[in-house]
C-alpha cells in the first residue's frame, strides 16, 4: 500500500512491471485521470529511470512498518 489505500506502493516493484505499466499509460492503453496525464509525456529513458529507481527502494510491509525484499514475498 502506498501513503493512502488509493496510492499503490511502488517500492521493490520489479523494473519490468513498471515498465509495462508506465508505458501503458502513456500510450493510452491503461487510464487513470491521475497517471495519465503525468505518464504522457514521459520518454523511453524517463520510464526505464523511473523504473529502476522504484525497484532499487526496500518495500515497506504495511503492517509491520518494516523493510523486506518483494522477492521474499512471492
Same mark, same amino acid.
Given at each position: 500500500? &502506498?501513503?493512502?489505500?488509493?496510492? $499503490? ?5 520489479? $523494473? ?16 487513470? $485521470?491521475?497517471? %495519465? ?13 523511473? %523504473?529502476?529507481?522504484? &525497484? ?5 510491509? $504495511?503492517?509491520? &512498518? ?9
Amino acid at each position: 500500500r &502506498g501513503t493512502t489505500p488509493l496510492f $499503490p506502493n511502488l517500492n521493490g516493484q520489479k $523494473p519490468e512491471y513498471l515498465m509495462v505499466q508506465l508505458k501503458a499509460f502513456r500510450d493510452g492503453k491503461r487510464t487513470d $485521470p491521475t497517471m %495519465a496525464p503525468m505518464a504522457i509525456a514521459l520518454s523511453e529513458q524517463d520510464i526505464a529511470d523511473q %523504473a529502476t529507481f522504484y &525497484g532499487v527502494l526496500k518495500y515497506k510491509d $504495511p503492517s509491520t &512498518g518494516g523493510s523486506v525484499s518483494r522477492s521474499r514475498l512471492s
